[in-house]
């Protein structure tokens, strides 16, 4: 199965910062790569899918580029209501995999 | 509007078992795949299985950790997605989540419900 890792598992940073979160898998997943963020007690919301292509009604800050086995979302300048968790989804395989999760919190 | 609904979610003693449901609206059901995720107390987001539809017959997938003690399936007419679970142990211990993939790519998930906790623990 493929495995995902995600760096940083944590960050602190302000409003206004620049954002950035990798999630590397073990093997090749082409561009199957999804993003989620996902508040305290809430489900996930799904933000970038196919590496880089931006949901329906998530703002422009976000963005998603990378291929093959190592992957980026960025948030350009941060806002309040972005202090949340992310976690990267392989959708190559049959079985799917998630990354462990970067929480990013106010600094 | 899609709204997906879990339901079922209870304390159980390890050894039992339990079977949660989901009731879907807003969309055509019996087009999509459907999965179940979990998330344990303070941990990240784990993948547990695959309903799929009926152009693909139905066909599940599974993952490595719950593989064996746990059924997906689904019942189109209804509407709902259900997850078997038996031989539960204390890990199980999570909220389930079930999510809708989109249709046409199969690659993501677009929807997801509320979630349902399950408790495992003597």
């Known amino acids: 199965d493929i495995q995902m890792t995600q760096s940083p598992s944590s960050l602190s940073a302000s409003v206004g910062d620049r954002v950035t979160i990798t999630c590397r898998a073990s093997?090749?997943?082409?561009?199957?790569l999804n993003w989620y963020q996902q508040k305290s007690g809430k489900a996930p919301k799904l933000l970038i899918y196919?590496?880089?292509t931006l949901q329906s009604g998530v703002p422009s800050r976000f963005s998603g580029s990378g291929y093959g086995t190592d992957f980026t979302l960025t948030i350009s300048s941060l806002q309040p209501e972005d202090f949340a968790t992310y976690s990267c989804?392989?959708?190559?395989?049959?079985?799917?995999?998630f990354g462990q999760g970067t929480k990013v919190e106010i600094k | 509007e899609v709204q997906l609904v879990e339901s079922g979610g209870a304390l159980v003693q390890p050894g039992g078992s339990l079977r949660l449901s989901c009731a879907a609206s807003?969309?055509?059901?019996?087009?999509?795949?459907m999965d179940w995720v979990r998330q344990a107390p303070g941990k990240g987001l784990e993948w547990v299985g695959r309903?799929?539809?009926?152009?693909?017959?139905?066909?599940?997938e599974y993952a490595a950790s719950v593989k064996g003690r746990i059924t997906i399936s689904r019942d189109d007419s209804k509407s709902s997605l259900y997850l078997q679970m038996d031989s539960l142990k204390t890990e199980d211990t999570a909220v389930y989540y079930c999510?809708?993939?989109?249709?046409?790519?199969?690659?993501?998930?677009?929807?997801w419900g509320q979630g349902t906790l399950v408790t495992v623990s003597s």
């Open positions: 999510a809708r993939i989109s249709s046409g790519s199969n690659t993501h998930f677009d929807y």
């Open positions: 807003g969309f055509t059901f019996s087009d999509h795949y």
């Open positions: 309903s799929r539809n009926k152009a693909k017959s139905y066909t599940t």
């Open positions: 093997q090749n997943i082409r561009t199957y």
């Open positions: 196919a590496a880089s």
């Open positions: 989804l392989q959708s190559y395989t049959a079985v799917w995999a």
